[in-house]
Nanobody, 126 residues
Framework: QPHLVESGGGLVQPGGSLRLSCAAS????????VTWFRQAPGQEREAISC????????IYADSVKGRATISVDSTENTLYLEMNSLKREDTADYYC???????????????????WGQGTRVTVSS
């Protein structure tokens, strides 16, 4: 079955930027709807941004609009999330998720996604 591995998290200063990666194996990411989620301590998991297999992208979280970009590198078979102007409230565990073959559109409903990575922690602090 597909295997997703996130990386790129760590400690970042407020105002900084980062690029999270989600490397996939046993699946071609660009053929599926994929989404980045995050979960802050004590909060529910929220969708950040989604990309369909046709390349359509959606930013769900109002708090990251204008600061986040989702992309897929087909050569590397890797999903990326680039974020800038990081804020303390961006501190969370970040997860990539892949939908099933029949999920042709973006959705922020976590239950629609079949495969998940283990997460990578981002801490925004000075």
């Amino acid at each position: 079955q597909p295997h997703l591995v996130e990386s790129g998290g760590g400690l970042v200063q407020p105002g900084g930027s980062l690029r999270l990666s989600c490397a996939a194996s046993k699946v071609t990411l660009e053929d599926y709807t994929v989404t980045w989620f995050r979960q802050a301590p004590g909060q529910e998991r929220e969708a950040i941004s989604c990309r369909t297999r046709t390349g359509h992208t959606v930013i769900y979280a109002d708090s990251v609009k204008g600061r986040a970009t989702i992309s897929v590198d087909s050569t590397e078979n890797t999903l990326y999330l680039e974020m800038n102007s990081l804020k303390r409230e961006d501190t969370a565990d970040y997860y990539c998720a892949q939908g099933p073959k029949g999920l042709l559109w973006c959705t922020d409903d976590a239950s629609e996604y079949t495969y998940w990575g283990q997460g990578t922690r981002v801490t925004v602090s000075s």
